[in-house]
């Protein structure tokens, strides 16, 4: 092969290589006339150098027509000198350009860069660069999702931020403004590691960029957190929804504006034997009711209500079942009319409770009208909440013809609740003690006359253990209370009447006995100073002037403890000494022939007292029981014991005594009974069975213990006669100190005799 071949050759690579060249560096080459012509001339030399490298090659070609214009456009000299010159300069033409292109996309890629890094400080996102799986950069806001300062996040691993997640295919989305589509942008939800070792919800979206000149890749993450949170608990709330829409015993169904199933809830689709999905779409009215357009709400006010927005309800009777209707219209956010919903709610065992509790009310209604008393329940508000017949003809047309009525309109005719002490609130005392109370009331009747009520008002105890109102029975006492007052008023006529026996008795007795006393003192008296009683006789004398001076003294005494009168000189002191000391002193003369015995509590409370007038008390008793026993002989026993009365009590002379402690003396003789037609006079005084009275004698007793706030009672059968002998407790508690008394031999055992 030649030099001439070789040159062609090469020649020919080089117009080639120019060409390409020329259409690589400038596409648009065709666009502008001085390119167009440098274009052909390029062409031109190249297949002149493909045509001599096939001459030179000695291979006749089709080219050999472009030799004679190719010889004359460019002789050899213009080949071989001219056009390799000329080549270069349109090379560096070619470079020039070249280099200012890749220098403008570099100043872009400069100022996209700077940019990107400019809107990426700005956004609220995460922004992280990544090359080689190492952080290169973040932008201000990618340091505080994951908790870690911006140092700390440069050359770390990203896996150890971001859990990698491998993005499903639907995931992948085009990058905007990149018609070739070249690159992808990777959008998935995965999971965040934060420098405290928590997990946050993370959405990311990765795509390929440029960063420093080096191909990189961008990571945008976002928080989701709280919007996971709420997109879990919108879901929770959903599920929750349909379970409780499904699992709600009421039937729900949702209708659109043409009254066309569009949801019902699982009851109701089994109440219509269909499944859920079958009766979507299908008329309400005509499914239900056999009509497409029934006349439910035939009430003014339904309609008004309903069409204001509002729920109504309407009473639905099947021939077995109850229905109570809720219809609520559904409305869009313009206010236009869109359906409603429809929940029935079965009532028809809460109907059949009514029937059986209205036939309980009948049942117990008929039971309190046949009461006599007044019956009125009230509740704690003082409203009238039944009534029985007996009340309402007491009350005559008394009752307000409203609804509500209240106890005080209907009993006093008053505006305002019972108060004060004429008339107590019994509602008020039974809030205030949660016990029964009984009360008289003057009620009010409808002619204006007054009459007279017991009220017994009992409380109504609610599940709450307070009062929730009260069972109020009245009874009209105006005809007993005006007997007991004419009862009273003869009582009082009779009691001045025996009085005035008992006065003229007294005096009698008085007078009598102290006729007696006085004719013996006088007697005495006149036998002093007419001195003619011998001088040894005169002692006897004044000793019976002076026994019967303390006689009449002692007479005296018992008549002012009758009469509760005179000066008493309380001490708080124990029983038991005085009763021994007592026996001692009576017993004496021909008492001297009864037995004693005593049985005295060990522990007795102490009394508040006069000693003396005990004392008397004693005296009289045991005096009395002497002489019932001076013809038969016998024994007489005192026995001390503490009792305790746990509630009110009457006694023989109807007195009421109060509950507490009280000291109890029975004095036992055993003489002969009591006669019963004499019985309720022993007390009075003077009287006596036997032929001469002794004075005053158990009319004291009863005196001195009623002063003493106690009672005397007896009862008597034929082998003995016991007095019964009640003394409060002093209220405070003293140290008994008699030792000697406990030290006595008769003390020793329970029950001796003292002869």
């Known amino acids: 092969m030649d030099l001439t071949l070789i040159f062609h050759i090469f020649a020919t690579i080089g117009f080639g290589l120019a060409l390409l060249l020329a259409f690589r560096i400038q596409k648009n080459l065709l666009g502008h006339p001085s390119r167009i012509f440098l274009t052909l001339f390029l062409l031109i030399y190249f297949l002149v150098g493909v045509s001599n490298v096939l001459k030179e090659g000695g291979v006749t070609n089709y080219f050999d027509r472009f030799e004679y214009f190719a010889e004359i456009l460019f002789p050899p000299a213009f080949l071989f000198f001219i056009f390799p010159i000329f080549s270069l300069y349109i090379f560096s033409i070619y470079m020039k350009q070249d280099f200012e292109k890749r220098m403008e996309i570099e100043e872009s890629l400069i100022e996209s860069e700077k940019k990107f890094r400019n809107i990426s400080e700005e956004i609220a996102d995460g922004v992280a660069v990544i090359i080689d799986g190492k952080i290169k950069w973040v932008n201000k806001a990618f340091p505080g999702i994951f908790g870690y300062e911006y140092d700390e996040l440069l050359d770390m691993d990203i896996g150890s931020l971001i859990q990698s997640v491998k993005p499903s295919p639907s995931e992948n989305f085009p990058v905007r ?36 000149d080096r191909p990189a890749q961008q990571i945008i993450a976002r928080d989701i957190t709280e919007r996971k949170l709420a997109q879990e608990e919108i879901t929770r709330a959903k599920m929750e929804w349909e379970q409780t829409f499904n699992t709600v015993p009421d039937m729900i169904t949702i209708l659109d504006s043409r009254n066309k199933i569009i949801r019902v809830n699982k009851s109701m689709a089994e109440h219509l034997n269909c499944s859920p999905e079958e009766l979507i779409g299908k008329n309400f009215h005509l499914l239900v009711h056999g009509n497409e357009n029934p006349e439910e709400l035939n009430s003014p006010d339904s309609i008004a209500a309903y069409c204001e927005g509002q729920s109504v309800e309407i009473y639905e009777e099947r021939p077995n079942n109850h229905y109570l209707v809720s219809i609520s219209p559904l409305n869009d956010d313009r206010g236009n009319y869109i359906g409603s919903v429809r929940v029935a709610h079965d009532i028809t065992e809460l109907k059949q409770v009514q029937n059986e509790l209205e036939t309980t009310r009948a049942f117990l209604q008929s039971i309190i009208d046949g009461v006599a008393e007044s019956i009125m329940v009230i509740s704690r508000d003082y409203r009238i909440l039944l009534t029985n017949k007996a009340a309402s003809e007491l009350h005559e047309h008394d009752l307000p013809t409203a609804d509500t009525h209240f106890c005080y309109q209907v009993s006093h005719h008053s505006s305002t609740p019972c108060h004060g002490d004429e008339h107590p609130c019994p509602l008020q005392k039974v809030l205030e003690t949660k ?23 009992s409380p109504i105890i609610g599940s709450d253990g307070e009062v929730s109102g009260i069972i109020e029975v009245g009874r009209d006492i105006t005809e007993k209370l005006l007997l007991e007052k004419e009862e009273r008023e003869f009582r009082a006529r009779l009691f001045q009447q025996q009085k005035d026996q008992s006065i003229a008795l007294i005096a009698k007795g008085i007078a009598h006995d102290f006729n007696n006393l006085l004719g013996t003192v006088i007697g005495n008296v006149d036998l002093l100073q007419m001195g003619t009683a011998p001088k ?6 004044v000793e019976a002037i002076g026994s019967a001076a303390h006689r009449m003294s002692d007479l005296t005494t018992q008549l002012l403890a009758y009469a509760k009168g005179g000066t008493y000189k309380l001490e708080r002191f124990v029983l038991n000494s005085l009763i021994l000391q007592t026996l001692k002193f009576s017993h004496t003369g021909e008492a001297t022939k009864i037995k004693i015995s005593h049985n005295l509590a060990k522990d007795l409370w102490p009394i508040l007292g006069d000693p003396n007038q005990m004392k008397q008390m004693l005296v009289n008793i045991f005096t009395n029981a002497f002489e019932a026993m001076e013809e038969t002989g016998g024994t007489l026993n005192v026995e001390t014991r503490n009792v305790i009365k746990k509630r009110d009590w009457d006694c023989s002379f109807h007195n009421v005594h109060p509950k507490g402690s009280y000291i109890s003396i029975d004095i036992t003789n055993t003489g002969p009974e009591i006669p019963k037609e004499i019985a309720s006079q022993i007390f009075e005084p003077f009287y006596t069975t036997k032929s001469l009275g002794r004075g005053l004698g158990l009319a004291a007793v009863a005196g001195i213990v ?12 034929t082998e003995k006669t016991t007095f019964h002998i009640l003394l409060p407790r002093a209220k405070e508690n003293t140290e008994n100190s008699e030792n000697e008394i406990l030290n006595h031999p008769a003390m020793t055992s329970g029950q001796n005799l003292i002869h």
């Open 435 to 457: 016990q029964p109370v009984t009360l008289v009331h003057n009620h009010m009747r409808a002619d204006g006359t007054e009459y007279s009520i017991e009220i017994g008002a």
């Open 536 to 541: 040894e006789d005169e002692c006897g004398i």
């Open 706 to 717: 009623q002063n003493h706030g106690g009672c005397v009672s007896f009862d008597s059968t």
């Open 177 to 212: 403004n990149n018609p070739s589509n070249s690159l992808t942008e990777t959008r998935y939800e995965t999971i965040g590691f934060l420098k405290d070792g928590s997990r946050i919800a993370i959405e990311a979206s990765e795509k390929s960029i440029t960063f420093d």
